[in-house]
């Protein structure tokens, strides 16, 4: 849970950041950070995709959870998720800003690869690397969104915690049931989710990479039984 509490640490400083520099924050360097992260992110993907043992492993996880994910089109089902919680809790104007940057903040950071990937790495191997990288970006952004939607964006700090840390704690829960093979393995593929996360970040792609989200969890079957 470290990693997670960090995370929030850092969206609730990020947030006040926001508020005491209100509308004074240029778009030129914001852009500027966030495809610097985008290149760490890369990094941090790449550096973990090489440790695989098994490539062919890792291909079919990815082709039998691509066909799964698009199947049940994931990434557009989440973002129809974040729309119905904008439609219900956002109503009217001026006097629920507070409410539309909790929920605009709170969809952006729990609704992605990133967060799934980080806390499940987080509590499968204790590898919080991921969601340090994602503690960052998500600073960075509240520094963004505090300045422009107010101090609503720190509350979703809290949706972060609850999200990420059910993640990890189910994770750590039944990592001593998974072997080290089937983990390295599950890691290896979702350091590639990672890789075309940061290719969406540099502007590069436009890559749906919810929809591949289900090849993370394929290295349990095919490990335990090829």
Same mark, same amino acid.
């Given at each position: 849970?470290?990693?997670?509490?960090?995370?929030?640490?850092?969206?609730?400083?990020?947030?006040?950041?926001?508020?005491?520099?209100? /509308?004074?924050i240029s778009?030129?360097?914001?852009?500027?950070?966030m495809?610097?992260?985008?290149?760490?992110?890369?990094?941090?993907?790449?550096?973990?995709?090489?440790?695989?043992?098994?490539?062919?492993?890792?291909?079919?996880?990815?082709?039998?959870?691509?066909?799964?994910?698009?199947?049940?089109?994931i990434?557009?089902?989440?973002?129809?998720?974040?729309?119905?919680?904008?439609?219900?809790?956002?109503r009217?104007?001026?006097?629920?800003?507070f409410?539309?940057?909790?929920v605009?903040?709170?969809?952006?950071?729990?609704?992605?690869?990133?967060?799934?990937m980080?806390?499940?790495?987080?509590?499968?191997?204790g590898?919080?690397?991921?969601?340090?990288?994602?503690?960052?970006?998500?600073?960075?952004?509240s520094?963004?969104?505090?300045?422009?939607?107010?101090?609503?964006?720190?509350?979703?700090?809290?949706?972060?915690?609850?999200?990420?840390?059910?993640?990890?704690?189910?994770?750590?829960?039944i990592?001593?049931?998974?072997?080290?093979?089937?983990?390295?393995?599950?890691?290896?593929?979702?350091?590639?989710?990672?890789?075309?996360?940061?290719f969406?970040?540099?502007?590069?792609t436009?890559?749906?990479?919810? /929809?591949?989200?289900?090849?993370v969890?394929?290295p349990?079957?095919?490990?335990?039984?090829?």
């Amino acid at each position: 849970m470290l990693a997670t509490v960090i995370n929030v640490i850092l969206v609730l400083l990020g947030s006040a950041l926001g508020l005491i520099f209100k /509308n004074r924050i240029s778009a030129r360097f914001s852009s500027g950070l966030m495809f610097a992260l985008g290149l760490c992110v890369l990094g941090i993907g790449i550096s973990n995709m090489i440790r695989t043992n098994d490539t062919l492993c890792v291909i079919i996880c990815m082709v039998l959870g691509t066909l799964l994910g698009e199947g049940l089109n994931i990434e557009k089902r989440m973002d129809g998720l974040g729309g119905v919680l904008r439609r219900k809790l956002i109503r009217g104007e001026g006097n629920n800003r507070f409410v539309e940057g909790f929920v605009n903040a709170s969809v952006l950071f729990c609704v992605g690869a990133m967060a799934i990937m980080g806390a499940l790495d987080s509590g499968l191997t204790g590898d919080h690397t991921t969601l340090y990288a994602k503690s960052t970006l998500d600073g960075i952004t509240s520094i963004v969104y505090g300045s422009t939607m107010g101090a609503g964006v720190a509350l979703s700090g809290v949706a972060v915690f609850l999200y990420q840390g059910l993640i990890t704690l189910c994770a750590s829960f039944i990592a001593p049931f998974l072997s080290d093979v089937v983990i390295a393995e599950m890691k290896c593929v979702g350091s590639l989710l990672i890789i075309g996360l940061s290719f969406n970040m540099l502007g590069m792609t436009k890559i749906k990479v919810m /929809n591949y989200v289900p090849a993370v969890f394929f290295p349990i079957l095919l490990c335990t039984f090829m």
